[in-house]
């Protein structure tokens, strides 16, 4: 019997989501959402506000279609349920690769050997995440992005669309690299980063 799932967050990101749920067998029974304008994306039903939680958690499974870090991180401890892991069929996955509940891993990402990905990240369409990397919680590598290998990223760290990080790279908690940005050294102030290399925006 396929495993139940409901979708938080009725939003493309959470049609690319369900695409994947769909495409790994899972049953979606639908969204939950608090904008109480919806009533339906993609043809499943948006149930209702996160509140209606509960109401599910006893035979579905869960995952957080947001893309904003900390909201992510808010939710996911808020609410104590069966986080779904949801990894997309063209995705390569290396040797040794340890991924945590609440990820959710995209069409042709690349995860290389002997890398964590951390609780209820996002590696979004093509990321390549090289050998020994690790990424703790709530991180979102955008479409196209790349780290090369043995690069250490902190909680709620967000890197933008084709974004790169150099090799044995630590990079600490709350930063945001922008799209496009060449992340060549150590980051170790949080803050949003732009440019090749990066610099820290005032």
């Keep these: ?16 989501i369900a695409d994947i749920a769909l495409k790994t067998g899972y049953k979606i029974i639908g969204f939950l959402d608090d904008n109480a304008s919806l009533k339906e ?8 506000n996160i509140e209606k939680i509960n109401h ?8 957080i279609a947001i893309g904003n870090n900390s909201i992510r991180e808010k939710i996911a401890k808020q609410y104590d349920v069966n986080w779904a892991i949801l990894v997309h069929p063209t995705a390569i996955i290396g ?5 945590e509940k609440g990820t959710v891993i995209m069409a042709n990402v690349v995860i290389n050997p002997s890398s964590h990905i951390g609780k209820h990240c996002i590696i979004n369409t093509g990321a390549i995440v090289e050998h020994d990397n690790f990424l703790q919680d709530y991180v979102h590598v955008s479409p196209n992005a790349t780290l090369a290998g043995t690069v250490h990223l902190g909680e709620r760290v967000h890197v933008g669309v084709g974004a790169c990080v150099k090799n044995n790279t630590i990079v600490i908690d709350d930063v945001i690299i922008g799209a496009g940005a060449a992340v060549v050294k150590n980051i170790t102030e949080d803050g949003v980063y732009v440019g090749v290399p990066v610099r820290r925006m005032r």
């Design 95 to 99: 040797m040794n690769v340890q991924i």
């Design 56 to 63: 599910y958690k006893e035979k579905c499974e869960f995952v």
């Design 1 to 16: 019997m396929s495993k139940k799932l409901v979708i938080i967050g009725a939003s493309g990101h959470g049609k690319v």
């Design 41 to 48: 994306i993609c043809g499943f039903p948006v149930l209702g």
